[in-house]
T-cell receptor
Framework: LAKTTQPISMDSYEGQEVNITCSHN???????ITWYQQFPSQGPRFIIQ???TKVTNEVASLFIPADRKSSTLSLPRVSLSDTAVYYC????????????FGKGTRLHILP | DTGVSQDPRHKITKRGQNVTFRCDPI?????LYWYRQTLGQGPEFLTY????????KSRLLSDRFSAERPKGSFSTLEIQRTEQGDSAMYLC???????????FGPGTRLTVL
């Protein structure tokens, strides 16, 4: 699996848009990009997945530039309940693959 | 609630004791995974099952650890002769097949005194 690099922590305020960028310079042609969210004392929760350009769901948007060497998770109008750790993962989704987590980004939303 | 349940949620034990955790995956999911997570770190893969077959074990899974998934339904993870270094959150996840999204349970937090 391609190694990922993301900020250790970020702070933002309620109502703001938060963008968390993940670098994955060694991403392979068939690799997908997946983001998970984890609250304290809970298991990770799938947020969004994409291959290229832009993906949007009811929770977030994922922006992937043409070279795919990075991706940005965008959380619109965050609230205090978005305080969590966010993990960026890169790997194949068309074959068996175990997930390898990094340390993630600790997002702290302030009132 | 993802539909994956784990029991117990918390376990405190003394060093040297054996402990067993249970995971009930989403009913139609063929894949079941176990992870371990320590404070400040992301989850680390331990092992996974395709139905009742255990297909891969991480080097993190020492001989004191054993996992089973009889009949391809629920799974158990047993730790024998627990050590303080075993203190962690043990997470279970399931997916329909290998390439599908994994859904995680709430975890079992183990504290070894």
């Amino acid at each position: 699996l391609a190694k990922t690099t993301q900020p250790i922590s970020m702070d933002s305020y309620e109502g703001q848009e938060v963008n968390i960028t993940c670098s994955h310079n060694n991403i392979a042609t068939n690799d997908y990009i997946t983001w998970y969210q984890q609250f304290p004392s809970q298991g990770p929760r799938f947020i969004i997945q994409g291959y290229k350009t832009k993906v949007t769901n009811e929770v977030a948007s994922l922006f992937i530039p043409a070279d795919r060497k990075s991706s940005t998770l965008s959380l619109p109008r965050v609230s205090l309940s978005d305080t969590a750790v966010y993990y960026c993962l890169v790997g194949l989704m068309n074959r068996d693959d175990k997930i390898i987590f990094g340390k993630g980004t600790r997002l702290h939303i302030l009132p | 609630d993802t539909g994956v349940s784990q029991d117990p949620r918390h376990k405190i034990t003394k060093r040297g004791q054996n402990v067993t955790f249970r995971c009930d995956p989403i009913s139609e999911h063929n894949r079941l995974y176990w992870y371990r997570q320590t404070l400040g770190q992301g989850p680390e893969f331990l092992t996974y099952f395709q139905n009742e077959a255990q297909l891969e074990k991480s080097r993190l899974l020492s001989d004191r650890f054993s996992a089973e998934r009889p009949k391809g339904s629920f799974s158990t993870l047993e730790i024998q002769r627990t050590e303080q270094g075993d203190s962690a959150m043990y997470l279970c996840a399931s997916s329909l097949n290998g390439a599908d999204t994994q859904y995680f349970g709430p975890g079992t937090r183990l504290t070894v005194l």
